[in-house]
């Protein structure tokens, strides 16, 4: 029979499993076993009914006694989850000596105690299957590699010793890999759950001790400039009541000390408003409580125009950076003339802009231009694009762009996957996430983000579709 390749590999796994189905022939009892076994673990959602099952389904098929045992993460002691003689265990209870941690099926004390895997690995430690009409038995595995791979969540014990067979124990040992794979999903699912939750609760906290209370600043900023202000008209009153042909050097050189306060006052104060409105935007845009209702982020369109609106500020916030790095901007002759208004997530795409221009700060390099001139740049725009996102549609390509080498050609293609820095990254700052969030967001705006050389650098870009444009 002829498979397709992509589900090539799952066949195979199949047709794996059917031998050993064969090789094990379980007797109908023990089939009907797992059946009753996989049934109720569907069947019931709390965690304490699954280990309820795990003891009552060998009660009830084989008049077997049985006790689950669970390994507590912090102490590292087993403890008694629940037994078929009580049920739940309601106190934790520390497993009696000879139930211990081991990573094979061994017998002690008129009980047979097989470990509780997470994962078995592709050989079961410790079971060895013999060919058909010989003993199965146990052996210890030779390996302690084996164990490494897989968490052992706990034992599983059986009594009486007396009354298992070869193939009891046989059975027993599969029984409890199942029993293994169901408890770690479980644990696995119940973690998430209160990661979830925690994450819930964390965004209102964030709303209600961080977001709202940011907003104080903003009154904080205006009393500042107000005193700025009255700074200023002191001065103002302090050189008119002077008489200038009178006035003593010391008292010259108050005024120009309160002359140059006020101008480094004023320029700190635009450069804390600044600064606080564009962490107030992410923070707002980031902590958006949909976000984390919906397990994605969550787009708030709006109408704005693009460079004005998003890029001017961004860029502006970098200026400093740059002008301390020599770089000059190249700014387009028609995109203020001819842009019109996008619907965007207007947050979103502003850290778009933030994480390309902090790239084209860190990364830009000095050139030599043809004409043998020295250039270090940056540079954005934006072109109308035909033919995207299908023939006859049409879209906007955004750009930033930056002198210097550029990326190697192996590496370019993953260098917007999460994680991914090129070669040239080498000693400067950074974690690889800025383009992988820039792909994200853009694509969830039904963009797509791209990389291409130019003659003089490199070139950042990404395309939207025109159905986000108004």
């Not at 060919?131 to 030779?142: D, H, I, M, Y």
């Not at 564009?278 to 704005?304: D, M, Q």
């Amino acid at each position: 029979m002829q498979h397709c390749s992509d589900l090539q590999k799952i066949c195979q796994r199949i047709r794996e499993k059917s031998k050993s189905y064969e090789r094990y022939n379980f007797t109908s009892e023990f089939n009907d076993f797992l059946k009753a076994f996989f049934d109720l673990a569907q069947e019931y959602d709390a965690l304490e009914d699954f280990y309820r099952i795990c003891v009552a389904v060998p009660l009830e098929m084989t008049g077997l006694d049985s006790a689950l045992y669970l390994l507590d993460e912090e102490s590292k002691r087993l403890y008694l989850a629940c037994n078929s003689s009580h049920g739940i265990c309601s106190e934790k209870r520390t497993a009696p000596e000879h139930i211990t941690l081991r990573g094979s099926p061994y017998q002690s004390k008129n009980s047979y105690i097989v470990p509780i895997y997470n994962k078995m690995p592709a050989e079961d430690p410790g079971v060895v299957s013999k060919t058909p009409g010989q003993n199965r038995s146990t052996e210890r595995c030779s390996s302690a590699k084996v164990y490494t791979r897989n968490r052992i969540l706990g034992m599983f014990s059986v009594t009486p010793l007396g009354k298992l067979s070869a193939d009891d124990r046989f059975f027993l040992n599969k029984y409890t890999n199942r029993i293994g794979y169901n408890l770690h999903n479980r644990l696995i699912a119940l973690q998430n759950i209160d990661h979830l939750k925690f994450i819930n609760t964390l965004v209102m906290d964030i709303e209600h001790n961080v977001i709202v209370p940011n907003m104080y600043f903003r009154h904080l900023f205006n009393k500042l400039r107000k005193k700025i202000i009255e700074l200023e008209g002191l001065r103002d009153q302090i050189r008119k009541t002077t008489d200038s042909d009178i006035a003593s050097p010391n008292c010259e050189s108050c005024l120009s000390r309160c002359d140059s306060l006020s101008d480094d006052l004023l320029f700190y104060h635009s450069e804390i408003v600044k600064h606080h409105s564009n962490i107030s935007l992410f923070l707002e845009s980031l902590f958006r409580r949909e976000h984390f209702e919906s397990g994605h982020l969550v787009l708030r369109p709006k109408r704005c125009f693009v460079e004005k609106e998003i890029i001017l500020p961004q860029l502006e916030n970098y200026a400093s950076r740059l002008r301390a790095a020599n770089i000059t901007v190249d700014r387009p002759n028609n995109m203020l003339d001819e842009e019109f208004q996008l619907v965007v997530d207007f947050g979103l795409l502003s850290q778009v802009y933030a994480n390309l221009f902090s790239n084209a700060a860190k990364y830009a390099r000095e050139i030599t231009t043809q004409d043998g001139k020295k250039r270090k740049a940056i540079a954005y725009g934006r072109e109308v694009m035909d033919n995207f996102p299908e023939c006859g549609e049409q879209g906007v390509k955004f750009n930033v762009f930056s002198t210097g080498p550029h990326l190697d050609p192996e590496e370019a293609p993953f260098i917007f996957q999460e994680g991914v820095r090129g070669k040239g990254s080498a000693g400067v700052y950074g974690t690889g996430h800025g383009l992988a969030f820039i792909q994200h967001v853009v694509e969830l705006h039904g963009g797509i983000v791209g990389y291409e050389q130019t003659s003089e650098g490199n070139n950042f870009y990404f395309i939207l579709p025109v159905s986000y444009v108004k």
